[in-house]
């Protein structure tokens, strides 16, 4: 039994994505990566407030949607990390893989705030 991928005429947006980076030096996070682009996703919009911690509290805009056949190239978002989505720059807030039957994920849910 296998899972099909979402459709590929579903997956319509493109992202830049820039992977974050702990920084060791003392002067907090950033990235020294260089942006990659990542076809064949899909954002949908949302208006979500998330708990984050006991005072904390994050608006989430949207939820990206990785494919593994069809978004290229297929990996995880790293939180903290820098995407432009039409000209928007958003944050990773979570990156979930979504499994079927196989170990590798059938698709990524990724929370962007």
Known sequence: MSFKPIPKKALIHK???TEFEENTGGWGGGSNNEPREIKHVRFQPKS???KTSETEEKLVKGVLFIDQKHSKPFIPLVP??????????????????????S???????????
Not at 103 to 113: A, C, D
């Open 48 to 50: 979500e407030v998330k």
């Open 80 to 101: 903290q990390s820098d995407v432009v989505f039409q000209g928007e720059s958003l944050t990773v807030l979570t990156c979930e893989p979504v499994y079927t039957i």
């Open 103 to 113: 170990e590798i994920p059938h698709h990524y849910e990724v929370e962007l705030i």
């Open 15 to 17: 992202i830049t994505y």
